[in-house]
């Protein structure tokens, strides 16, 4: 029996063939493509290099007559945060990994593949082959400003405002702050946060106009929840631009700061607190310096007086002497007294010529009694004045115990005024320790 294929066979056999060749074309020139578009090394599990994409030779891989290892072309700090010793330990250890890979080039840049990291293994052999393309310095940027607005979104309280101070759309964060949810407050005025107080003033008409027109504001604001509580939230309004730069809204960024205001304020308390406690501390200096003036006073009279006392105590001395003396002046006329009455009873028992020599010594000792009534009358004399000097020596010595008693009194008042200083400088130490307190609570908050 003869074999033979038909024409219609062979037209459809002809067209499988091109369309095969088709096919392979195809292939050849994605593959083509995909080899210069693409970043691909081949290596085996000790990461030497047994082959890669023109567009890695191109830009990375050093042309040398000895292999060098993919480890050598890797930056030693990886852009997920790890050495590429670690990464490669992942690899190995995981088997598939897709990652950011940051390879040197060959003018000594960077160049960073998103890429994908597999190991694979056949019947004869195992190996690692790495493959991706190169991340644009745009989509780095724009990568960056995504991840920074995620940082804002998760630190800040942010909410949107139509340029009719509507709520348009809020995060978590700043219903969580305000006590609130995005359905209850969407749609609501921003007055809903605000005191009937600021609602009604200029202020709040002006800051929206302000608003409107481009005007950023920054600073402390004081806000009221859902509940009526007061918040105080540290924020920032920012007028929102198209692209042609027409303003199309508002949005806040906030923190609250709502805790470190109450320390604040109590900070502040304290401070007043502290001023009144100085004050304080000021008058009573001036009492204790006034009752000192005083003492120094009493103490110079009580020296002045006790001076005195001592003078009139020596003229006292002065006078008893005196009186002693003439006492023996008195003893020795009376004595005297004595021997001529004596002679005159003698002279009276002779009665010559009846009491002539009588006469004489009467005479005598009628001179000797005026004498001793003399001396009598200065003995007086002396005595009063030794009384009077007492008299004084008594006044002086009672001023003495009388300045001495107010001295005593004056004592006892500054005693009186150290116990109100204790109190006031316990004051003072108390507000000092609330002051330091709030100071590390502060320093909390910063942290």
């Known amino acids: 029996m003869k074999w033979f294929i038909s024409k219609e066979e062979k037209e459809r056999l002809a067209l499988q063939e091109l369309e095969e060749k088709k096919e392979m074309a195809k292939a050849k020139v994605l593959g083509s493509l995909w080899n210069k578009s693409t970043y691909w090394v081949r290596c085996d599990m000790q990461g ?59 003018d000594g840049g960077t160049v960073r593949v998103r890429a994908t990291l597999m190991s694979w293994q056949t019947e004869f052999e195992r190996g690692i082959i790495v493959y991706g393309s190169a991340v644009s310095a745009q989509e780095l940027k724009r990568e960056k400003q995504v991840s920074l607005l995620e940082a804002l979104d998760s630190t800040n309280a942010i909410i949107e405002f139509s340029l009719d101070g509507k709520v348009q759309d809020a995060n978590a964060l700043f219903c969580q702050t305000m006590g609130v949810s995005l359905e209850s407050i969407r749609g609501h005025h921003h ?38 509580e007061r918040v105080f939230l540290q924020a920032s309004y920012n007028p929102i631009k198209d692209a042609q730069g027409k303003i199309t809204g508002v ?68 006078v008893s002497d005196r009186i002693s003396s003439m006492s023996k002046g008195i003893g020795m006329i009376a004595s005297q007294t004595n021997l001529l009455a004596l002679n005159a009873t003698i002279e009276a028992a002779r009665a010559g010529e009846a ?18 009534t003399k001396q009598v009358d200065s003995m007086g004399d ?34 009186e005024k150290l116990k109100g200083a204790q109190e006031v ?8 320790a609330k002051m330091h307190e709030c100071s590390e609570k502060l320093s909390a908050l910063k942290q």
């Not at 930056?75 to 997920?80: F, H, I, K, N, V």
């Not at 205001?261 to 401070?271: F, K, T």
């Not at 400088?425 to 000092?432: M, Q, V």
Request: proline share 0%; charged share 25%.
């Open 355 to 372: 009491g002539r020599g009588f006469a004489v010594v009467a005479d005598e000792v009628k001179k000797l009694a005026e004498n001793t």
């Open 48 to 106: 030497n290099i047994q082959e890669s994409s023109v567009s890695f030779k191109n830009e990375i891989e050093q042309r040398m007559g000895e292999a060098r290892g993919l480890l050598q072309y890797l930056r030693e700090d990886q852009p997920s945060g790890g050495k590429k010793e670690q990464l490669w330990e992942r690899l190995l250890s995981e088997g598939f990994l897709t990652q950011d890979v940051e390879f040197f080039r060959k």
């Open 382 to 415: 002396l005595i009063g004045k030794s009384q009077h000097s007492s008299v004084k020596a008594t006044g002086k010595m009672e001023e003495c115990q009388q300045s001495m008693q107010e001295a005593h009194t004056q004592i006892k008042q500054s005693l």
């Open 251 to 318: 949005i806040k960024y906030a923190q609250d700061v709502t805790q470190k205001h109450v320390i604040l304020d109590e900070a502040v308390q304290n401070v007043k607190q502290s001023a009144l406690v100085l004050e304080e501390m000021k008058t009573l200096a001036s009492d204790w310096e006034s009752l000192a003036q005083a003492n120094a006073q009493r103490v110079a009279q009580l020296s002045t007086h006790l001076k005195d006392a001592a003078l009139e105590v020596d003229s006292l001395a002065g």
């Open 191 to 228: 007055q809903m946060f605000c005191s009937a107080e600021l609602i009604k003033s200029v202020e709040y008409e002006m800051f929206w106009q302000k608003l409107r027109s481009g005007v950023h504001f920054a600073g402390v604001f004081e806000r009221k929840k859902q509940t009526g």
């Open 425 to 432: 400088f316990g004051k003072s130490a108390r507000l000092i």
